[in-house]
Structures are given as C-alpha cells and as structure tokens.
Nanobody, 123 residues
Framework: VQLQASGGGLVQAGGSLRLSCAAS????????VGWFRQAPGKEREFVAA????????KYAVSVMGRFTISRDNAKDTWYLQMNRLKPEDTAVYYC?????????????????WGQGTELTVFS
C-alpha cells in the first residue's frame, strides 16, 4: 500500500485544518487507517484511527473533541479534521494503515506509512 499525506500548513491557534491521506495498492476496505504525529524532540504519538468497518474511531485524549477522523472508501482516502488547534498540536503528521487486527493506537502495529505532512500552529 502506498500512502500520500497532504494538507499540512501554518495555522493560527484556534483555527482549523484538514489533512488527507490517499491510499493505493490494496483494497481500501480491508485496512484500518490512522494518524500519528511527532513533535520536535518528542517521540511519535498516536492521534486517531478508524477501523476498516468505519465505526468506533479511536482518539488520543489530547485531541478528543477537537479532531475527527473519517474515511471515504469510494476515494480510497481518509481525513483528519482538526479544529480548535493549539500550539502543542505542532508536529509532523503521518498517516498509516494496517491490515492486521492489532491495537489501533500502537504505531508498531501499522504496516504502511505515508511521508508525513507538517503542521505548525502559532499563537
């Protein structure tokens, strides 16, 4: 599976942005999809994920209520809508996908990764 992330940029605190990740090379409906991020000097962390069934999305506590993950099976694409952005959301965001049924929130369980898209939130 090849993943192409896009949509990062420079946003003022309180603003919104939507990230996209397009997949190719495998039946989209057969994979779980997720977003992770890595801030400067920090380890990669889980942000959000959605299982292949499209139900029960999972979110990190830090983004719950502000971020929404969604997927469009017809376009082989998933999204991360980010609202009420904070400076601490500044990071490189990576989309990821997996075909196994292991925990959605663990990066080690993901088989495929996009190249990352950078988000900077300024106050």
């Amino acid at each position: 599976v090849q993943l192409q992330a896009s949509g990062g940029g420079l946003v003022q605190a309180g603003g919104s942005l939507r990230l996209s990740c397009a997949a190719s090379g495998r039946t989209f409906r057969s994979i779980d999809v997720g977003w992770f991020r890595q801030a400067p000097g920090k380890e990669r962390e889980f942000v959000a994920a959605m299982p292949r069934r499209g139900d029960r999305p999972k979110y990190a506590v830090s983004v719950m209520g502000r971020f929404t993950i969604s997927r469009d099976n017809a376009k082989d694409t998933w999204y991360l809508q980010m609202n009420r952005l904070k400076p601490e959301d500044t990071a490189v965001y990576y989309c990821a996908a997996k075909a196994n049924s292991a925990d959605l929130s663990q990066g080690l369980n993901y088989d495929y990764w996009g190249q990352g898209t950078e988000l900077t939130v300024f106050s």
